[in-house]
């Protein structure tokens, strides 16, 4: 979780207003400034806002639309949109509410009343960042759960398909898993599991690459860009880390150890083809690698 100060952006084409505002706030959150709608936008885009605060009036983009522009770019939707503007009449505050802002301040207004707003929203947007960052993460592991695995593997596919570039995947398993369990307890089955785990993050070092719990005893691995050669290669030291971690598994009919067995699946998406074709290629892999005795790497 970032534990950073959060930021507040504030859009004014006064400067006078902006230094108001910003000496009211500044104390408490990190503060950007902007004097036009789309200096604006350019920020919500370049830097971590955690709220805005939106002049009404200013020349070229008014803040209603620069508002709109947020509230319809997934990558913003979510930041908080305080109106701050001298128009009291009721149906611009309402406008401005209805177009997605979360609070409409009158100017002129009290500087507590102000930071006061602000620092309630900021709290609502702190708790919001942690439902939405639990809602994706695997609380044994702390990997990527299978939910946001299949939302990273969607934008992959797409990005490959339009770049003409290779997607990787590596799928792996737990070998005898369940006689782990049967012997050793499910605590130490949750426990092998972290391990593991930890192992696999270790593992991808290159932003961009993504490592999930994809359910039970299964692990996978999104490498875009990268051809088949270069997964094999992460998917064996993989396998091997896990080895070298020597958790023993008295019971396991391949290795004293805990091993994994692991399949890769590397493909140049085509417009015909969905992203569940690299699923089954890497899970048929997989397949062969149980078959041919566990504990290895198959393609
Ligand atoms: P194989 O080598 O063919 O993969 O055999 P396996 O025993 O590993 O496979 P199987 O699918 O029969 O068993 C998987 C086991 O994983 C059964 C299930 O209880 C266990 N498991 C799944 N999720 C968890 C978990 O979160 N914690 C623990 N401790 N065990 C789990
Ligand atoms: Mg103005
Ligand atoms: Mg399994
Ligand atoms: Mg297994």
């Known amino acids: 979780m970032n534990l950073e100060r ?21 104390d408490r959150y990190k503060i950007f400034c902007a004097t036009s709608g789309k200096q604006a936008l350019a920020i919500t885009m370049a830097e971590r806002v955690d709220l805005i605060i939106l002049d009404v009036t200013m020349p070229d983009m008014d803040g209603y639309e620069v508002c709109e522009q947020i ?14 503007s001298a128009m009291e009449e009721e149906e611009n505050e ?3 509410l209805e177009i997605g802002a979360i609070d409409y301040i009158i100017k002129p207004f009290n500087p507590s009343i102000l930071k006061a707003r602000v620092k309630n929203h900021l709290e609502l947007k702190k708790y919001r960042d942690i439902l939405e960052k639990l809602s994706l993460v695997d609380g044994l592991t702390g990997l990527a759960n299978r939910r946001y695995f299949d939302e990273v593997l969607d934008k992959e ?14 799928l792996l398993d737990v070998d005898f898993f369940k006689k782990y369990n049967d012997h050793y307890g499910h605590l130490a089955g949750d ?10 993050k270790d593992s991808v070092k290159r932003a961009g690459d993504l490592a ?9 691995v999104i490498l875009p860009s990268t051809p088949w050669e270069g997964a094999f290669i992460i998917a064996e030291k993989m396998r091997r880390n896990i080895e070298s971690l020597q958790i023993a598994h008295q019971v396991s009919e391949v290795s004293s150890y805990v091993t994994i067995s692991v399949g890769v699946a590397s493909l140049k998406p085509e417009m015909d083809m969905i992203p569940d074709i690299l699923i089954r ?19």
Request: net charge positive.
């Open 157 to 170: 596919w797409r990005r490959a398909l339009r770049n003409g570039d290779n997607l990787s995947i590596i």
């Open 281 to 299: 290629n890497a899970d048929d892999a997989l397949y062969q690698a149980k078959r041919n005795g566990r504990n290895k790497v198959c393609l």
């Open 94 to 96: 309402a406008k401005g």
């Open 71 to 84: 509230k319809k770019n997934p990558q913003t939707k979510n930041i908080p949109v305080i109106f701050v």
């Open 6 to 26: 959060q930021s507040v952006l504030i859009v004014d084409d006064s400067r006078l207003n902006l230094m108001f505002m910003k000496d009211i706030l500044k």
């Open 191 to 200: 426990d092998c599991l972290r391990q593991v785990g930890n192992v696999l």
């Open 212 to 220: 999930a719990r994809y359910g039970g005893e299964e692990f996978a």
